[in-house]
């Protein structure tokens, strides 16, 4: 029994994701990857089990709920150390004067009433050992109430927690096993349901330390799709009682990725991108926790601006990447990774399809069409890819004009040949050779189709015309005809194109675009592969997968129809993930559309003034108290007054004032243009976050090295 929404390549679902003939063979214990320095490796063993068991309470957005402790809303007020201690030495001699003046009888003895009441008077004389122990024990309550009143006043225990035994032994206690009923590791659900032979295959497994995260994960899933009613419960239980923790695999038959950068907790789904500062800028309640994304937040696609080497690819890419491709794993999402060729997106290993276009060793290639059969469909998104970046950003742009010349060429040739053109074949087309043309109006005359002829028809009536855009569309399919990918984007059937429809699978996509030499047809492709992706997931019959596209550098690739394609993946349970060196990237008119359809938007160290203005206003503003200290000199009119200035201007060197206060609230932008350009630390980003159910945090300053 495959994972949840997985099947393999021989099924006949899995069309364009072609796999090996036969998956691996799954080992008996799961391998043990590798992992970055500084990182705790994956649990198994006791440390799955402790794990497992470890408390995930409900938090803010973009909190790290793995062992999380929540804080109070506001902070609390907190005295100074040195207010403290002195406040505590001033009550203690207070303490010590009261009960100086108590024991030499300069209050009186009043305070020895009560005493007097109690004793008999026959312990008066001689003093017996009775009385002796009566008297000093009144002593001792007498002396013992008043440390515990100035002990109040001078704030004691507030020292004792701070400073004491309770501040140097911060380590857990170990608190004991859950009942069964209740233990995660028993799995309580599949005992509930009847299959308590399975619950027991699985916690035996656990307990032995064949489980780790993403087998507990992946059969999770696929108990999901028990209830859910896509599984029988006695083929699950089946395979349970079978493979035991390797149940239910990825048809890539792998249980982990061959090497981890950063900490997972695939439980919730999250991954720790690092630690919110302690700045008075951030909510208290955020100060000081772990920052953490998961599918709730990537679900409403994130925007990442910062210049070269400010920790785009490294601190957020790779690690929501890792993330995604070990979700995939347990069977949760498709995850489609584009970055230029070595830009460091993770090994070959952690994904089921790497497409090196323009290598000669890459084993896949890239559909040019997204594997759909309408012309056209394909027409608007290769429409899209071409020329995108040269529409207009405003209505009546060429982007309509263009699908329609593609679709005038496109259908025709799928009519006569049964298939789409390549690229050469298209170039052609375009340009208006006469051959190609003959040939296909000939093929469409035999086949008698007289509404496909009235399309040639009129594309070759508009090739005449000045304004017409099919030589402009020549030129752009020109970067795509060149010898570095003679061996890309055939349509013949003899290649083994990958196809954005299978993003329907568990699978792990890495794409890696000729950066070097190809600029211009890199960000083709890149726009080619964001306007499938956005068709491709919203079109999903099962959208139980979470679908995510991560684009290290989107340069060159937003448009108007990528923006509204963005706005519309929150419903299909997808999201993008996009990286910008600077906003200039993007056309005027879509910098404020593109910041507002994504709902997590993030500003590394190092950004501009100009570009930190762009956040400034989509960041809004607050209500904030300010405080506005005038101080007054103050004049003395009487000798004395006079003298005691003197004396105090001598001591001090400055002349006596009068400080007053004025406390008003005000309206102020959260973070400005300037604080973002200037106030933020290297390896820091500022990051506000909004997940799918419209939960908000505030722009928060997070260091993205902890």
């Keep these: 029994m495959d994972s949840e929404g997985t099947q393999d390549a021989r099924g006949t679902q899995a069309g364009p994701v072609p796999r090996p003939a036969g998956p691996p063979q799954v080992p008996a214990a799961p391998p043990r990857p590798t992992r970055a ?22 938090a803010l957005p973009g909190i790290w709920r793995f062992g999380h402790r929540p804080r109070p809303e506001e902070e609390p007020e907190r005295i100074p150390g040195r207010q403290l201690f002195s406040g505590a030495l001033i009550a203690f001699l207070v303490g010590w004067l009261i009960w100086s003046l108590l024991w030499n009888g300069y209050l009186g003895g009043w305070w020895l009433l009560p005493l007097y009441a109690m004793i008999p008077d026959s312990w008066a004389e001689p003093h017996s050992f009775a009385s002796v122990v009566v008297v000093y024990a009144y002593y001792v309550l007498v002396a013992g109430i008043i440390m515990v009143g100035v002990g109040r006043l001078g704030r004691w225990g507030e020292i004792w927690r701070r400073y004491g035994p309770p501040a140097w032994r911060r380590a857990p206690r170990d608190e004991p096993p859950p009942a069964p009923e209740e233990d995660p590791a028993g799995w309580p659900a599949l005992r509930a349901a009847g299959a308590v032979d399975a619950a027991e295959r699985l916690a035996s497994d656990a307990r032995a330390g064949m489980m780790r995260d993403v087998d507990h994960a992946r059969i999770a899933r696929a108990w999901q799709g028990v209830r859910n ?33 950063a900490r997972h907790d695939l439980l919730t789904g999250q991954v720790r991108l690092g630690t919110t500062a302690d700045d008075p800028r951030n909510p208290y309640v955020y100060r000081g926790t772990g920052l953490a994304l998961g599918p709730d937040l990537l679900g409403t696609s994130l925007l990442a601006v910062g210049p070269a080497g400010s920790g785009k690819t490294g601190g957020v890419v790779l690690p929501v990447a890792e993330a995604l491709c070990l979700q995939a794993l347990a069977g949760k999402s498709a995850v489609v990774v584009v970055g230029a060729a070595g830009a460091g997106l993770g090994p070959a290993d952690a994904y089921d399809v790497v497409v090196r276009i323009g290598s000669p060793d890459s084993v896949y290639d890239l559909d040019l069409y997204g594997g759909t059969t309408d012309p056209d469909e394909a027409a608007a998104v290769l429409a899209e890819a071409l020329v995108g970046d040269l529409a207009d950003p405003h209505p009546g742009s060429d982007s309509r004009r263009s699908t329609t010349v593609l679709a005038q060429l496109l259908g025709p040739f ?37 509404s496909l002829l009235r399309e040639l028809d009129a594309r070759e009536r508009q090739l005449a015309h000045p304004g017409d855009v099919g030589g402009i569309l020549a030129d752009r399919v020109a970067l795509l005809d060149r010898p570095a990918f003679a061996g890309f984007f055939d349509t013949s059937g003899q290649s083994r194109p990958f196809s954005l429809k299978a993003l329907d699978h568990p699978v792990r996509v890495r794409v890696d675009l000729p950066q070097r030499g190809h600029a211009d047809a890199s960000r083709m492709l890149a726009r080619l592969v964001l306007a499938q992706f956005t068709v491709s997931v919203t079109v999903r019959e099962d959208r139980s997968l979470f679908a995510c596209l991560l684009l290290d550098d989107a340069t060159g690739v937003i448009t108007p129809e990528a923006v509204r394609g963005i706005q519309r993946l929150r419903s299909a349970n997808a999201g993008v993930v996009l990286t910008l060196r600077t906003l200039d990237d993007v056309p005027r008119p879509l910098r404020g559309p593109l910041l507002g359809a994504t709902g997590c938007r993030m500003a590394l160290a190092g950004l501009t003034p100009w570009d930190g203005q762009d956040f400034a206003e989509v960041w809004g503003k607050e209500w904030t108290e300010a405080r506005d200290v005038t101080d007054r000199q103050i004049i003395a009119e009487s000798p004395a007054g006079k003298a005691v200035h003197a004396l105090r201007r001598a001591i001090t060197g400055k002349a006596p004032t009068a400080r007053a206060v004025t406390v008003r609230q005000v309206e102020r932008e959260r973070w400005s243009a300037s604080e973002l350009a200037h106030a933020v630390p290297a390896g820091h980003a500022v990051l506000s976050l909004t997940n799918v159910k419209g939960e908000h945090a505030p722009p928060l300053l997070v260091d993205l090295r902890e």
């Design 229 to 261: 009613g896509r599984h029988s419960l006695a083929t699950f239980t089946g395979a349970v009682l079978k493979d035991g923790a390797a149940a239910c695999p990825h048809p890539s038959g792998a249980r982990d990725l061959p090497a981890r950068q």
């Design 414 to 450: 799928r009519a006569v040949h049964g298939r789409f053109p390549s690229v050469p074949e298209l170039r052609q087309l375009l340009d208006g050779a006469p051959g190609p043309l003959a040939a296909l109006r000939k093929g469409l005359q035999d086949a008698g189709q007289e």
């Design 37 to 58: 320095p500084g990182m705790p490796p994956p649990p198994d063993g006791s440390a799955f089990l402790s794990w497992l068991r470890t408390a995930r309470p409900e």
